[in-house]
């Protein structure tokens, strides 16, 4: 037992800080090959990054494993390219698969019954995407420069935004869960990506537990739910495979000032066997 806790101390730490490279960049270079993000969710970038800022500022607080923290800016960095990559290849909502892009995107047809204020992270232009992440940052650096200098008030601040970065990160697989569930596949989800999610859990769960450096019990907590969430994307991806999606694409953001002889229209590209027209672009399976 003392061999593999030693090596866990060493494997872990490694593994934890390039998987995010590793497992997100083959997922990068699969959606800019295929030129479409369609079957990707974007809250996947959204809660990674949230998630991996918060970890940063709950560091001077806390003072957890260093690996920890090297593993927050790894995924700073790959997120934020996967992020671009998703925006510039996002699919038209008439396009196959094209409102898997955008996750809880069945919140306008009543299937979840709430639709997100102000269409958050839904937005059509690359611009806000880029604004919110920018006032996120520099919203919790006026708060640390603020709240440091109390100690006081401070370790319980530290506490609060690692509490919700951690819990933020913890709920990464929920909407690739919805996604899959609703289009009944795991089509654009690569399977590297879901392999280093189960394999990383096994060696978070063995080293938080088993480690002699610092690991508050936030990561421990949220790191189990993840866990869980992980296991049920693994059932789905063994029920579903990588078949086509069965779910009727939906015209999620109709332009409501458009005027008609200016809005493209989604039925001219060519007719299928079965009499129905694919939208251009569209390969006919």
């Keep these: 037992m003392r061999f593999f806790t030693t090596l866990a101390g060493y494997a872990a730490p490694i593994f934890l800080i390039t998987s995010p490279i590793l497992s997100y960049s083959d997922q990068a270079v699969s959606m800019h090959r295929a030129r479409s993000s ?11 990054l949230v998630a991996s800022i918060f970890r940063v500022f709950y560091y001077p607080g806390a003072k957890f494993d260093t690996a920890l923290l090297i593993q927050s800016f790894c995924n700073i960095f790959i997120q934020l390219i996967l992020l671009k990559i998703a925006l510039d290849h996002r699919p038209p909502p008439s396009s196959k698969g094209g409102d898997a892009a955008l996750p809880f995107a069945g919140a306008q047809d009543g299937l979840w019954g709430f639709q997100r204020p102000y269409n958050f992270w839904q937005w059509r232009s690359p611009k806000p995407y880029w604004q919110f992440l920018l006032a996120l940052f520099i919203g919790l650096t006026i708060l640390e420069l603020l709240l440091a200098p109390f100690d006081s008030i401070y370790p319980g601040y530290s506490a609060l935004i690692g509490y919700i970065g951690l819990s933020v ?8 869960l919805i996604a899959n569930a609703r289009l009944r596949s795991c089509k654009g989800f690569r399977f590297s990506v879901l392999a280093s999610w189960l394999v990383g859990d096994a060696m978070k769960m063995f080293w938080f537990f088993t480690s002699t450096s610092e690991i508050p019990w936030a990561f421990k907590l949220c790191g189990i739910f993840q866990a869980v969430c992980d296991f049920m994307l693994g059932v789905q991806y063994l029920m579903y495979g990588d078949q086509q999606p069965t779910m009727k694409a939906q015209q999620m953001w109709p332009p409501a000032a458009a005027k008609p002889h200016l809005s493209p229209s989604p039925y001219n590209g060519r007719q299928t066997p079965t009499g129905r027209r694919t939208p251009v672009g569209e390969k006919t399976i």
């Design 169 to 176: 990160e913890a709920t990464l697989p929920l909407p690739q």
């Design 38 to 48: 369609a079957g990707f969710s974007l809250d996947i970038p959204l809660i990674m």
